[in-house]
């Protein structure tokens, strides 16, 4: 890789219009707890490697990040660990945390992707956050994965996580913080998601990161890294959004009629003072090839928002191999009022459950709801 390169995209949009879906407004009947006693958030399915939603005794596996309920929501980021869910006929089966206690070598599990590699083996790819027996929590973020095999009722049998790869502090910016920073200032090097290229053949992860050589505050980014025959290999990033905003998340990368479709999640408050501010939402990047040009879906990126009366209400998409929406429910039914104003609504509208499922339609550099 260049010394100091660009990423193959940037995204530099000049206004935000009438684009974009209106995710549907989210009700009291949507809000139903999956665990009771726990707050539950960024979620993504067991796949295949090809991306469909793998299907096991009858039943999908579904990975939410956890914690107990807390009087503030925030500080579940601080004590979140991986959480095994099913879902059948019968509705949804809790199977307790995914890795066992200890194993982890950081201080909490955050966001990935995993994958079923063969009839019952799973790899899953995660964030460690900080480290194991530190003092003090920091915003430390390490790529790792984990094999364990699936059984009846869950998954065992996990073997030792192993890093994949380490930001070099030049194109990918070391996510070490440890300061106590305001939400949305934090650096990135997480939410690894495994994408095979199904033109290529060739194994890749797509992930949240920061630009190294862009000494700003806001240096969001888009990276790639790349399986070889000695292991996975940091790659030139996809997107860099550098003086727009400071974090793309839980990043993916989905093929779908001959096109690579690139989203992300976002939210209003970590777009630059400078830049035109858009809604929480997903956004994306549409291109021919993995390695670009790519093109702002839908004109400016905007894919789909929170309703403009709730604009708050969900968060953290992941699209599935079937086209289906899935994310969390965040602070909804707020009806206009601010959490600053009314800082009782900070635990009685926080959802910390599913939010309901829609669907995406793509059509070349046009994406809709369906």
Known sequence: MPERPAATGQWRPTAFGAEGARIPTIGAADVRPLVPGLDLWDCWPLTHADGRTAEHAGRTWWFFLSSAQFPDPVQRHAHARIRLLSRGADGWRDHGNALPDGLTPGSREWAGSAILTAEDQVTLYYTVAGRTGEPDLTFEQRLFAVAGRLQADGIGEW??????????GA???VANDRVELAPGTLKAFRDPFFFRDPVTGRDHLIFTASAGWAEVAHNGMVGLATRTVTGWQLDTPLIDAIGVNNELERAQVHYRAGAYYLLWSTQRHTFAPSAPAGPN??????????????RPINGSGLVAANAPDEPQQSYSWVLTGEDEVWSFVDYWGLAGRSLADHPELVRSRFGGTAAPVFRLRFAGDTVSLA
């Open 159 to 168: 073997q030792t996580p192993e890093e994949l790869v380490v930001a070099d």
């Open 281 to 294: 939402g997903i956004y994306g990047m549409v291109a021919d090839s993995l390695r670009g040009p790519w």
């Open 171 to 173: 194109i990918y910016q």
